[in-house]
């Protein structure tokens, strides 16, 4: 496995059947050398920084049905609500003051903001504070919508493709086209933003086959961010019996893609923090260089539960920042607060 780990830190490529053969056979050894390789990638490239996004989750609403998501429509159970714009530029403000320069604006499909109410609200982020990269993640629109989002000036979007196989995907995502979401990543790095695809990890019946797909199709966009973190159930939901994706094969996937795409963007996210306690840390060493901390209200951070035993619900944005700094910094790594662009971008 070593020769075939040194292959790809070399060349950034494996063909289908090597990176099934490498999954097929990660034994203790290969997995270290594996996210060494990895970490080494990441600190020639971004060195040990790592940057911080403020994740802001302003609806739960959302009018699709994911089989997984703690938030889909038919889930009664969810309490919902919504954020005002002045909610959301409450949320900015704090967020700059304590260093941020990039928001994540998340939510379900939420046909309550319309397109006018999203460019409104892009355009008085960017109004208000210089400086700062807006990132959307609002699942899928038209091209015109997209178009409009990123001329009121939204620099980032992030929509994970969740799976590359075609028969998991419609197994998940009742009255969902898989073809649509491919198209719909397309337009968006078409019309001009950083890009960000990714999926889950552990997902029922989900295959090292599937995984495969997932990398291949991956090193071919070219996405400038890459998502990627583990199933978890969630207690309302129909998958709320099946097990948990792990940190293991998460920090593998996280490794193989750093290695495949060098100068990518690739978050630890919070569902691995919420499986284990220094997931996230195992996350940054194995080859991711973002964290993404919560700046939602905390009255309503527990409504946003895609999985159960989400990490953070309770605490207050400053005291995330903290704890988030204390953890990159134990881990070996240097926080970095500004725009945090791909390095592509950073010169420009
Ligand atoms: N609606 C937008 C979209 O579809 O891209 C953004 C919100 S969606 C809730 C954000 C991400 O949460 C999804 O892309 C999915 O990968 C992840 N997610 C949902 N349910 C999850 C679960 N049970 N475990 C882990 N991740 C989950
Ligand atoms: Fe909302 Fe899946 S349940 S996008």
Redesign the pocket.
């Known amino acids: 496995m070593k020769k075939l780990i040194d292959k790809l830190y070399d060349s950034n490529n494996l063909s289908s059947d090597e990176l099934l053969l490498l999954l097929n056979n990660m034994d203790e050894e290969s997995k270290k050398y594996l996210h060494m390789k990895a970490n080494e990638t990441r600190l020639h490239i971004y060195n040990d920084k790592v940057y911080m996004r403020g994740l802001i989750e302003f609806t739960n609403y959302?009018k699709?049905n994911?089989r997984?998501?703690?938030?889909r429509r038919d889930n009664k159970n969810a309490s919902r609500y919504r954020l005002s714009k002045e909610e959301i530029l409450d949320c900015c403000k704090e967020g700059y003051r304590l260093g941020y320069r990039t928001y994540v604006l998340?939510?379900?499909?939420d046909a309550y903001y319309t397109d006018d109410k999203i460019v409104d609200i892009v355009s008085s982020i960017k109004a208000s504070f210089e400086d700062v990269a807006v990132t959307l993640?609002?699942?899928?629109k038209s091209y015109e919508s997209y178009k409009k989002y990123f001329d009121a000036g939204a620099d980032r979007y992030?929509?994970?493709h969740?799976t590359n196989s075609r028969e998991l995907y419609d197994s998940l995502h009742p009255d969902m086209s898989y073809d649509n979401r491919i198209k719909c990543l397309h337009d968006l790095k078409d019309i001009g933003y950083q890009i960000g695809a990714?999926?889950?990890i552990g997902l029922p019946n989900q295959t090292n086959e599937d995984f495969v797909q997932d990398l291949t199709f991956l090193k071919k966009l070219q996405p400038h961010m890459v998502?990627i973190?583990?199933?978890?159930?969630?207690s309302d939901?129909p998958?709320a019996d099946e097990k948990?994706?792990t940190v293991e094969k998460t920090c593998i996937l996280l490794s193989l893609i750093r290695l495949l795409l060098p100068e990518v963007l690739l978050p630890a996210?919070t569902?691995l923090g919420s499986i284990n306690n220094k997931g996230r840390e195992q996350g940054l060493k194995a080859g991711a260089n973002v964290v993404m901390p919560n700046l939602s209200p905390t009255s309503v951070r527990d409504k946003?539960a895609?999985?159960?035993g989400k990490i953070c619900t309770g605490d207050e944005a400053a005291q995330c920042r903290n704890c988030i700094e204390n953890r990159i910094k134990m881990a070996g790594y240097e926080v970095d607060m500004s725009r945090g662009d791909h390095i592509s971008l950073q010169n420009k």
């Open positions: 959302c699709n994911c997984y998501c703690g938030i998340q939510g379900g499909e993640s609002i699942g899928e992030l929509l994970r969740e990714g999926f889950m998502g973190g583990p199933f978890i159930p969630q939901t998958l948990a994706g996210t569902a946003y895609l999985y159960d």
